[in-house]
């Protein structure tokens, strides 16, 4: 059950923004800079060439549109993900909320506690404690139902840090990458450890991703009728942990080929870059390092959340990219 | 346990076709018919308004590009099914094949009737023969390793009736329409009760349809390193089974936001009809009717296959169209 701590951390990662690029493919490639969040430099160059080669019909690298796939992790690589999944801070949110209709939580662990906000002994209630607070949160409502409350909460919490709501945390260097992709024609897919159903609520907003090309961690659902209308309704009941080899399998199972480019910021994405990274012809894999803490955070090997270890270590071996999110990038967020 | 036979049966249903229609987008509209498979009436009408006026803007019932989606089975709506669902036809073939490097098979049921050419015995081992013959098809072998598979016994197995590969088997008219809706805007997925992994092999070439945009039924897999490479190895443990309630289901996992347009072809799509049906705004449900003996196969009611009794009984009070294969569709496959 150690995957719960897993998925439940990945399921708290979340949010949306309504920022979106200038769209590239209505002007001359020549006449603008794809990427004007990204320093000139390695890592830019690097992606550049990439995109370049896989597009340019007779180079030995070019790919068909089919395959020019790429993933993307969510928490820390495309938002922010510290200091909290911010999913987590969904879920507190919402049962503290939802605690006035609950008077038996006052007595209750681990709601006792997370309502006289006491995180750091939720937290000592281990997994069972998470299980509880994830299945209270987001499962017993329809679909529609979660949908409102996490789009309820967008617009009413904000950072601990920034003051920003948190659809606001995501970050413009990667919202550049991903429509510069789309604008050469690859198809771009997220592949998170959070939650697939609190994504979606705010991904198409906040980085032009349809609800079907999001991929995440799931509970069970059930489809029956309510008062005479078919509804899906979420169960407490675990369905699938998209993360470390799970995101291979992920992948396999709602994309259904292998992509070319993955990007990620965590061990957890690991086995995902591997996957992508290995198979025929060109292919790129990259982290997104966390070295700014002026402008956003700077944590890796030791950190609770979003721990790179491995990923630092044999990136070189791989051949992935390190994008250095302090000298990489010259904008973070893009706040309103 | 009923399900697996629901299961396998739906395994065995696929195949494809490198039928491409002309691009409907590249000519003005009124100076090409969209469906010329589609003869005059009430059922094409039907179509043509509705796509019209989901995608006029100004129109009380218009739609946005995004909540554009299209959701159809695939057994018996866009390509035929019987005599045998195709998948089980492709699973029995393997098997045969298989049967040299299994000696001992032939002294084990269902093997020995399998090989002896005995289905009617092979069917009467029940669900457990039918998960038998369904893990030895299609597990225990990476994506690559089964896609490979699929594709060979494309290339070379012809329909029983026709003498045609299986991939040409698929409904002219349903090729047509499936075109027509994406040169408006519409995202097309298959839900199928079929095999999710045998689809994706043929279903981009056959229907211009993505693996990503096809949902199905699904054995477990998983991620392993394999002489030094990343490969997806299959399962035998079921994961999901896309039929029945299961497709409303399906479609909440992988699509994510209710489709405005569901055709289907048996009682296993009417909880899909149902569904997509009774949300808000302007919905169209149809079934694809059987009913011509020549050109196709004619059943409904009392088939085994693609039982369609419930659908018919409810169309009238759902407002479901009612596709007359027979009077509707002037071409019924496009052989080559």
């Not at 030995?60 to 928490?75: G, L, M, Q, T, Y």
């Not at 609520?201 to 079907?212: D, G, K, L, M, T």
């Amino acid at each position: 059950m150690k995957n719960l701590i897993k998925f439940f951390v990945s399921l708290l990662l979340l949010a949306s923004c309504t920022t979106k690029s200038p769209t590239l493919s209505e002007l001359p490639k020549s006449e603008t800079d794809p990427l004007p969040s990204w320093n000139e430099g390695t890592s830019k160059s690097v992606i550049i060439d990439f995109v370049t080669k896989t597009t340019t019909s007779g180079n030995s690298d070019f790919k068909p549109e089919a395959d020019r796939i790429a993933v993307f992790d969510n928490d820390g690589t495309l938002w922010a993900e510290q200091p909290m999944y911010f999913q987590l801070a969904y879920a507190i949110d919402f049962i503290k909320k939802e605690s006035e209709n609950h008077p038996e939580w006052k007595k209750k662990e681990p709601f006792k506690s997370l309502i006289e906000d006491d995180i750091k002994h939720v937290m000592e209630g281990g997994e069972k404690a998470l299980f509880e607070i994830m299945m209270v949160s987001h499962a017993g409502m329809t679909s529609d139902e979660f949908q409102k409350s996490v789009s309820d909460w967008l617009n009413s919490a904000t950072h601990p840090k920034t003051g920003k709501p948190y659809n606001q945390m995501i970050y413009q260097p990667m919202v550049e990458l991903l429509e510069y992709l789309r604008a050469n024609g690859y198809k771009t897919f997220i592949v998170s450890g959070g939650g697939i159903d609190f994504m979606r609520v705010w991904a198409e907003n906040a980085y032009a991703i349809p609800p079907y090309q999001v991929i995440g961690s799931s509970i069970k659902s059930k489809y029956e009728i309510v008062d005479g209308m078919p509804v899906i309704t979420k169960l407490p009941e675990l369905n699938f942990i998209d993360d470390k080899a799970g995101k291979p399998v992920g992948i396999y199972q709602h994309i259904g080929k292998r992509p070319i480019l993955a990007v990620g910021n965590s061990d957890g994405d690991y086995e995902m870059l591997k996957y992508v990274t290995t198979g025929e012809g060109a292919r790129l894999g990259m982290f997104i390092h966390h070295t700014d803490s002026i402008r956003e955070f700077a944590y890796d090997r030791d950190s609770h959340i979003g721990k790179l270890l491995k990923g630092l270590d044999d990136a070189p071996q791989n051949n992935w990219l390190i994008v250095d999110m302090k000298s990489d990038w010259n904008k973070v967020f893009n706040f309103k």
